[in-house]
């Protein structure tokens, strides 16, 4: 009991920053994630655990503060929303084009341009598909939940310093904004210089961390070793959970605050006897390819609902490769769909199973 | 058990508080519960609304289409959400300021008029407290022990002193509430 707390996932992001050893935060209000800073300031972590909490001028300016920052070996993060992530591109590059760690929180609303504050998944393309320029790639985790938004943020870090990547936690304005039960157990410290990578610039360190090459074949032999790491992630890193596929004839794919959605849909669909599942990506990149490819000898259909046009709905049909149909249901611009709605649009295809 | 409640009136009616002090009681009862607002540029006069659900599994979603009760604190609510309670289910309604009065006969329809009593009775500041005890009484879903206690927790420390005065109000929508 007295470990769970009600709170928002912008709040549990905010917490576990904090418990997780986190060295510095870097960020610039916009909504519907302000409360990641303001939470940050209101709890003083610099009076605690000595973790830099710092409202830039601008997405920019954090971004490149997350740069430096992870230049010197620590635990560093930002957190924005759809229209700020799109400023902080050029710099998410860089610091994948540097090989360096850090977490990047994106609370999504609707697009494009400055659309709406309310929430979408709308930015699934620019997260998994590198959303910037160059060959790069970021490990993208999407929390269907506020003990996800808590639990991811200590999971982004490991899986940065693991393959030191950028990672990027997926959320959204529904998942953010909203208040469940968080059970708060893990706790670790910062680390002491002593435990800072070799890799990294600081005291008594002759490391030069850039992403600038001119020579191209030497440019080209970091491309190499950048895709070797993005192989070694696809191989290991894959994440998904399932629901009721065991028999589904009919599997409804669906990521964060979706999935919740979905997973309800199924439960309707299973009281009126229909053989439905749900398959949630928890990784987006790496994608779960192989398991849909294997669902795809026994299921019929796929239903992709996701709250934007359908852009997951292109990963799934190329894991599915032409096998069975994939559909799409979906909301944009901050519109959300129902479980019901979701039931009747797998009604509407699902005659006949 | 579940219990998927809407709660939707004008901002600085309380709306969000009233759905935090009852997911906090579901809380303290050990129940799975999910609190999930219109957000946005809601404020004093605007718009707000949020769903709150109850349920002794875990909550699938937390975005509901349909609701077992509704809590309508303005017109603007009630041409909202009077058609999205379930057949079976019931609506809650202060009077004030409603000059359309629910219509649909397949659900059960409670009124108060909270905020007249409450101006009446120099409680304006309890006024969603008021309502939150009226609901309880109609849909008692938690125990008004757990209720005290959740008020207490979502409360801020200096807001503390506070309780006994809400705990005041809750009795007093116990009692205002009427079946139409």
Not at chain 1, 139 to 148: F, G, H, K
Not at chain 1, 177 to 193: D, F, H, I, N, T
Not at chain 1, 245 to 274: K, N
Not at chain 2, 21 to 41: D, F, K, N, Q, T
Request: aromatic share 6%; hydrophobic share 40%; with cysteine.
């Amino acid at each position: 009991m007295e470990d769970l707390k009600l709170i928002k996932g912008n709040e549990a992001v905010a917490l576990a920053a904090i418990r997780s050893g986190c060295d510095g935060y870097f960020g610039y209000p916009i909504t519907p994630q302000s409360e990641i800073l303001e939470t940050l300031m209101e709890l003083r972590p610099w009076e605690t655990t000595g973790m830099v909490v710092l409202q830039a001028e601008s997405e920019v300016a954090s971004i490149n503060m997350v740069y430096g920052g992870a230049s010197t070996g620590k635990r560093v993060m930002t957190s924005s929303s759809s229209p700020g992530i799109s400023l902080m591109a050029e710099g998410i590059s860089y610091i994948a084009g540097a090989g360096l760690p850090c977490l990047i929180v994106n609370v999504q609303r609707g697009g494009p341009g400055l659309g709406t504050i309310q929430p979408s998944q709308a930015d699934y393309w620019q997260a998994v598909k590198g959303g910037a320029h160059g060959d790069f790639r970021m490990i993208v985790l999407a929390p269907a939940s506020v003990q996800e938004m808590y639990d991811f943020v200590f999971d982004g870090f490991d899986l940065a310093f693991k393959y030191r990547v950028p990672v990027m936690m997926l959320s959204d304005g529904i998942i953010g904004q909203m208040m469940e039960k968080v059970a708060m157990g893990r706790e670790r410290p910062r680390w002491s210089a002593d435990e800072l990578g070799d890799w990294c610039v600081g005291v008594g360190k002759n490391n030069i961390i850039t992403s600038l090459e001119l020579d191209p074949q030497v440019m080209e032999g970091r491309n190499l070793a950048l895709q070797r790491t993005y192989n070694e992630i696809e191989d290991n890193e894959v994440r998904y959970e399932e629901v009721n596929t065991d028999d589904a004839e009919y599997v409804i794919v669906a990521f964060g605050s979706s999935a919740r959605i979905a997973s309800e849909a199924v439960e309707l669909a299973r009281r009126d006897g229909m053989k439905v599942g749900l398959l949630r990506p928890i990784t987006l990149w790496p994608f779960p390819y192989k398991r849909l490819r294997q669902l795809a000898g026994s299921v019929k259909r796929f239903l992709v609902a996701e709250l934007n046009a359908g852009q997951m709905v292109e990963d799934v049909r190329l894991a599915v490769d032409g096998c069975v149909p994939v559909d799409h249901c979906g909301r944009m611009g901050g519109m959300i769909f129902s479980p019901e709605d979701i039931y009747e649009q797998l009604k509407g295809h699902g005659k006949g199973i | 058990m579940k219990e998927t409640v809407i709660i939707a009136g004008f901002g600085g009616q309380g709306v969000l508080s009233m759905g935090k002090i009852l997911a906090y009681a579901g809380v303290v009862e050990g129940m799975e519960v999910s609190w999930m607002p219109a957000y946005g540029p809601e404020m004093r006069g605007g718009t707000a609304n949020v769903t709150v659900i109850l349920s002794d599994k875990p909550i699938s979603s937390p975005i509901a289409g349909v609701f077992d009760t509704a809590v309508i604190l303005n017109q603007q609510s009630m041409d909202k959400f009077e058609s999205a309670v379930r057949p079976g289910g019931v609506l809650i309604y202060d009077t004030n300021g409603i000059t359309r009065h629910p219509e649909r006969k397949d659900i059960t329809i409670y009124s108060m008029d909270a905020t007249e009593q409450a101006a009446r009775r120099g409680m304006a500041r309890m006024f969603n407290t008021m309502v939150l005890g009226g609901y309880l009484k109609v849909r008692p879903v938690v125990r008004g022990q757990s209720v005290v206690e959740g008020l207490r927790r979502s409360l801020p420390e200096r807001a503390q002193k506070l309780v006994p005065e809400n705990e005041r109000a809750m009795r007093v929508g116990a009692e205002i509430v009427a079946k139409k």
